[in-house]
């Protein structure tokens, strides 16, 4: 697929990076296991990242799973991991609407589910 050269391991990077990166990124992949919540996911779908995670724990139940629409990809093994980064990245490499679809439900899922309103109602409630 030619793309050996667009990827990239960074660790540890300051925030200003990771801002950086988030405005560049077409696709996220997260493979902690287990995670209890997980903000890293929710950043980068608020971001407009489309985002493959592991289907357990926090991506499961509380930011990818319960959404009532596509909002991004669930993933347990090798296979899955890899049929979603290729659904991926060939509708990133064609901007179908289907991504740009799923791109703005997750924006709009995750800033309306985690914004800090809803946090303090949940809270009040």
Known sequence: MNISGSIKFKVNVPFSEIISIFQSAS??????????????????M???????AHNS?????????????TAGFLATDLDSYV???LFCIEG??????????IKLYAREWVTTKF???????????
Do not use: N
């Open 27 to 44: 696709i996220a992949l997260h493979t902690m296991k287990f995670e209890h919540f997980g903000i890293t996911p929710v950043e980068m």
């Open 46 to 52: 608020a971001a407009g990242i489309l985002l493959i």
């Open 57 to 69: 724990a926090g991506p499961k139940l509380d930011i990818v799973g319960p959404a009532t629409e």
């Open 83 to 85: 049929k979603h980064l």
């Open 92 to 101: 990133c490499d064609r901007q179908t609407s289907e991504y740009d679809k």
């Open 115 to 125: 914004a800090v309103s809803c946090f303090e109602e949940q809270f009040y409630e």
